[in-house]
């Protein structure tokens, strides 16, 4: 993953507590090496756990200012590549307009294809990209 890292930026989605302890791995990793590392958590307790230990961005996707935040998180660091731990669900396909929206955000003139940056979504395991929804988005999956 190090050296999915040093192509590009990089998000990370965590989503629940059993993936708590890989997001806490990850950071020191990241901060360790300073690859900008953006956490998606679903409870208050892991934003503040993150923070706490060292995190900079971290995102609860259950707050009512998540697209908002995730934006924000993403324009920050720029990142383009994702691990999606759990899948399902329209996170990762959020995250990916999300990347893309940011992308674009300078762009000028009439252009169809969108931004020049490639925006990648990992999932983890084999069978979360079939419960997953992606609205408008052009897609290769890819299983780690």
Do not use: P, W
Request: positive net charge.
């Amino acid at each position: 993953m190090k050296d999915a890292a040093c192509l590009c930026k990089l998000a990370l989605c965590i989503t629940t507590v059993r993936f708590l302890m890989l997001g806490i791995m990850l950071n020191k990793v990241c901060i360790k090496e300073g690859v900008a590392l953006v956490n998606i958590v679903r409870k208050q307790e892991q934003v503040y756990l993150l923070t706490k230990l060292g995190a900079k961005f971290v995102v609860n996707s259950s707050s009512e200012s998540f697209k908002k935040d995730l934006y924000k998180a993403i324009d920050a660091t720029g990142a383009t590549l994702a691990f999606d731990a759990i899948g399902g669900g329209e996170l990762a396909g959020d995250i990916l307009a999300t990347m893309e929206a940011v992308g674009s955000k300078d762009a000028t003139g009439f252009n169809t294809y969108g931004s020049v940056d490639n925006k990648q979504a990992h999932f983890i395991r084999e069978r979360v990209m079939a419960g997953s929804i992606f609205h408008r988005l052009c897609l290769t999956a890819h299983l780690v």
